[in-house]
C-alpha cells in the first residue's frame, strides 16, 4: 500500500501538457470495418501512431476498447494490427470500434540502430515508460474530438505486457469506464 500523498506525487511524473495533436488521418475500407491510421504529435515531440478500428453499419457514438498488445508486438514478431484483428476482430465485427496506440518499439515505429533497453532501475527506464503512457493518453485526447466515438464509455483493454502497461494507465488515467487487464 502507499499514502494518497505518496501516490500523488508518483502520478505527477505521467502529467502532460494538452498541446495541440495535428492529426492527420488515412482510410483503408475493408468489408467489415473501415481502418484508421492516425498520427498525431505524441511525447518528446515525436509523431505518434494509432489506428482506430470502425465497425460498419452501428449507430453513432460508438463505445470503443483502447487496446495495447501482448509482448510479441513490443518485441517485433507480429504487428499491432494483426494483433488487434487477431484479438478483437470479432468485437469489432459487432459493433465497438477499437482503439491501438503503436508505441515506440513496435513495427511502426522502430527503436533506433543500437538501441538497448534501459535498466528498469534507473531514470531513463522511467522516462521510456512515461512517453509511452503519454502517447495513450494522447491517442485518448485524440478520441475526444471526434463525434462518432462517446468519450464516455471507453473501456481499456491490455493483453500481457498490455496488462502491465494498463497497471500504470489505469492508475493515471480517469477517462475509462471498464479496465480489462489480461493474463499480466
Known sequence: RTSDQDFAKWTRFYDYEKTPLNPQVEKQETPEWTRERITYDGADGERAIAYLYLPKNFPKPLQVIHFVPPGDVESGQRSATQ?????????????????????????????????????????????????????????????????????RKIAFCGVSSGARVGLIQAAVERRYAAVVLVGS
Open 83 to 151: 494483433a488487434t484483428e487477431d484479438s478483437l476482430g470479432s468485437q469489432i465485427k459487432s459493433g465497438r470500434a477499437v482503439f491501438v496506440v503503436i508505441t515506440k518499439g513496435y513495427i511502426e515505429r522502430l527503436n533506433p540502430e543500437g538501441y538497448v533497453e534501459p535498466d528498469p532501475t534507473k531514470a531513463e527506464y522511467r522516462d521510456k515508460v512515461i512517453n509511452r503512457i503519454t502517447d495513450l493518453r494522447r491517442g485518448l485526447d485524440y478520441l475526444e474530438t471526434r463525434n462518432d466515438i462517446d468519450p
